[in-house]
């Protein structure tokens, strides 16, 4: 059963740093821009992924083609995908042994939420981190203890 009680979005909320958010845009309509551009803002190192965008950069940072390029290990995936595309996704954070994936809003897949749970990854699913701290008052990662 993916997570959703605050008490354990907020943990995760507070011990992530790092975080791969796949679906990443460059057009600053798009959700997944606005959500990359306010983790930053909160301290969170954000690494972009977008294979159509691979090389780039977003935002200051440098776009992967997928979760096997990235360049450091990450605490958390952040998926903007259509469900029906995240399985594969889900499969890297399995195999890379990723301790967390978040799907966002609208973004529910419970055969690949329950994959990633059986293999000991924590899932939220049908979220968006955005709305999430300053629901749970999260501190920004700096000012943590």
């Not at 354990?8 to 959700?31: D, F, W, Y």
């Not at 290990?73 to 195999?95: G, H, K, N, S």
């Not at 994936?101 to 690949?112: A, D, K, P, R, S």
Request: hydrophobic share 40%; charged share 25%.
């Amino acid at each position: 059963m993916p997570v959703n009680t605050p008490d354990q979005i907020r943990q995760i909320l507070e011990s992530v740093t790092t975080i791969a958010l796949v679906g990443a845009s460059e057009k600053t309509s798009r959700p997944s821009h606005e959500v990359m551009e306010y983790l930053q803002g909160h301290g969170y190192r954000i690494i972009p992924v977008n294979p159509r965008l691979a090389g780039q950069t977003v935002l200051g940072e440098t776009v992967y083609a997928d979760l096997n390029s990235l360049p450091e290990p990450v605490d958390m995936v952040d998926l903007f995908l259509a469900p029906e595309r995240t399985d594969a996704l889900i499969d890297q954070a399995i195999d890379l042994d990723i301790p967390v994936v978040w799907l966002q809003i609208g973004v529910i897949n419970q055969e690949g939420a329950a994959r990633a749970e059986a293999a000991g990854l924590k899932v939220v699913m049908d979220r968006c981190p955005k709305q999430e701290i300053p629901r749970l008052g999260i501190p920004r990662v700096s000012e943590r203890p």
